[in-house]
Every structure is written in C-alpha cells, then in structure tokens.
C-alpha cells in the first residue's frame, strides 16, 4: 500500500463535532474509493470518486456524511456531527485510469474515535 | 445484497504448516483479489485473479479463481512466524457494479514458531 496517503492517522472527535479524513492516491491514479472497517469486520464500501465526480455513493449514510476529491487536491471524507457508532477505521485506496476497481491500493486508513 | 463469505475465521497452526482458506458467494464475479491485513495497517494485496479458473502464485502462496466465478481459495504453504495477519477476500465486477469492492469477514492466522 506504499504510495495512497491518508491523514490524520488517527482522529478524536467528541460527539457533535466534525471529522475531516484525507488522502491522496497514488500518483498517476484517477479513481478514490472510501472504506470503513468495525473491529474485527471486514471492510464495507462507502463510496467511490474520479476528479470531481461521485461515481457510485450507494455505501455512504443518508446523513452526516459525503464525500469529494476536487480537480487539486486530496480527497475528503467529511462527517458532520459525530456519534460514537461512527467510531472506525477508515480506508482510502486508489486504482488507475481505466477499469474501475481493479487492483485498489490503500493508505494505511484513519482511526476515528468519538468520544 | 451481494457478500463473500470467507472461511475459516480464525486458524492457529504450527510454523511450516500449510494453510488454506476460501471465499464463497451466490454471485458472480469477475475478479477476486487476496489481501492481507497487519494491526494498525491497511490491506495489502497478494494476489489478483481475473479468469475463471485461473490460478496464481505469488511465492508460497497461491490462489485460484473457482471455474464457476463464485468462489476463490487461497493456500500458504510452509507457514512462518511473518504471515501472521488477517487476511482477507475481495471481490469485484457482479452485476451492476460500478467499481466496488465486496470483502469477506477476514480470516485471522496465528503461527506458533
């Protein structure tokens, strides 16, 4: 997974707080996708994003959450108003031009506490 | 909705042991992918299969795509203290799939040196 950044690598938030997850893909890499991993689960598809554009959002909750990889930039991941079920780790990875979804790298993930 | 589901759950075994493990599912799918997980990290991936039927090795593991497209193993042979971890399955390309992938609920290996 050398190569997909993500910042910070972990995050408290108290409940009501915003969270903002980052991460830069590999470079040379046009396609994001978000995961988030429970303890000791594996990981559930959030969403996934080329250069300002959603793609396919069909993992990410109705509410609190979206999501946005603009033209330069990282993409975000932003959760408004925590709540301690929103306590994960949370995995970013990138693939390259061409077929989606094939041979996602990932960052070494974000672990949200909420307080 | 679509899932994998990975078997065994967990394993503790002797070093140089050989291990195997396996992924099933009711859908099909055009690409399974191996990755292994170490605590605190993200997965890395092993193997890639993208050929019903196909097998592949990467060093002391190998992995098979199952001729069905619903299923995929993958084997470590002569385990060592290192491949302690979790791995886990994935897969990619049912229908309507726009580029996500579905994971299976991990398999966690133990080595006892």
């Known amino acids: 997974n050398a190569g997909v950044m993500q910042n910070p690598r972990h995050l408290v938030r108290r409940r009501g707080q915003e969270a903002r997850l980052r991460c830069s893909p590999m470079?040379?890499?046009?396609?994001v996708y978000w995961y988030r991993q429970l303890p000791e689960e594996g990981l559930k598809f959030m969403v996934y994003?080329?250069?300002?554009?959603?793609?396919?959002e069909s993992g990410m909750p109705k509410e609190r959450f979206s999501a946005e990889f603009p033209k330069e930039g990282p993409s975000i991941l932003r959760i408004q108003q925590v709540v301690r079920g929103d306590s994960a780790a949370y995995f970013c990875?990138?693939?390259?031009?061409?077929?989606?979804?094939?041979?996602?790298?990932f960052g070494p993930g974000t672990r949200l506490t909420v307080l | 909705g679509q899932q994998l589901n990975q078997s065994p759950q967990s394993m503790f075994i002797q070093e140089g042991e050989d291990v195997s493990m396996n992924c099933t599912s009711s859908?099909?799918?055009?690409?399974w992918l191996w990755y292994k997980q170490d605590p605190g990290e993200g997965p890395v991936l092993l193997i890639a299969?993208?050929?019903?039927?196909e097998l592949t090795s990467n060093g002391r593991l190998t992995a098979q795509f199952g001729i069905t497209r619903k299923d995929s193993f993958l084997n470590i042979s002569a385990s060592i203290p290192s491949d302690v971890g979790i791995y886990f399955c994935?897969?990619?390309?049912?229908?309507?799939?726009?580029?996500?992938?579905?994971f299976g609920q991990g398999t966690t290996l133990q080595v006892k040196p």
């Open positions: 990875a990138s693939s390259p031009p061409g077929l989606a979804g094939d041979e996602q790298f």
């Open positions: 994003l080329q250069k300002e554009n959603i793609i396919d």
């Open positions: 299969l993208y050929k019903a039927g």
């Open positions: 470079k040379g890499h046009s396609h």
């Open positions: 859908s099909i799918f055009n690409t």
């Open positions: 994935a897969a990619y390309g049912g229908s309507g799939n726009t580029g996500k992938l579905i």
